[in-house]
């Protein structure tokens, strides 16, 4: 009998859902930014135009609002009902970034849920799939993000733009 899929203790959930939803919002969408928007094709762009977009992580209680504006996904705080809706635990989302687990099985064995524009859903899961990701491996990605070497990039590019700097 296979396990069943790792859920954060309710506990956990609870303190989690407790986050101002602004600042994973914005964490979210970088990290959007940086994998997906520049792989978006521009009929794709054209529909995601105007559209609110809504992440949810059931077991961590935690809700990213994000919308495509000016060539690229911003953050936002969603009041109202959003255009789509992809709900699922944290685990099953891990699962799906690193290509463990495919989107169709979770969402027949209803560990995935798409809630709103049906055809919007359809859009977004069809690019996904077709871009070329690398999988996503935690211990990777979270050393790239390590200060060091943040601010080692940041000293690059700032010394990068000073040189291009013309004296007066």
């Known amino acids: 009998m296979p396990t069943p899929p790792f859920t954060l203790p309710q506990p956990v959930g609870q303190l989690l859902g407790r986050l101002p939803p602004l600042p994973g919002s914005m964490l979210f969408v970088t990290g959007l930014n940086l994998a997906l928007a520049s792989q978006l094709q521009s009929d794709v762009t054209q529909l995601l135009r105007g ?21 690229r996904f911003v953050a936002c705080t969603n009041t109202a009902a959003a255009d789509l809706t992809i709900s699922a635990s944290a685990h099953d989302f891990v699962q799906l970034a690193r290509r463990q687990e495919d989107p169709d099985t979770l969402f027949f064995n209803r560990r995935l849920a798409m809630e709103g524009d049906t055809e919007l859903g359809l859009l977004v899961k069809n690019t996904i799939d077709a871009i070329e990701l690398p999988v996503f491996n935690p211990a990777l990605h979270l050393a790239q993000l390590h200060p060091r070497h943040v601010l080692a990039q940041m000293s690059a590019q700032f010394k990068q733009r000073l040189g291009q700097l013309k004296p007066r």
């Not at 992440?55 to 994000?66: E, G, M, S």
């Open 51 to 71: 559209k609110k977009l809504r992440l949810r992580v059931t077991d961590a209680q935690w809700t990213f609002d994000f919308a495509w504006k000016n060539g």
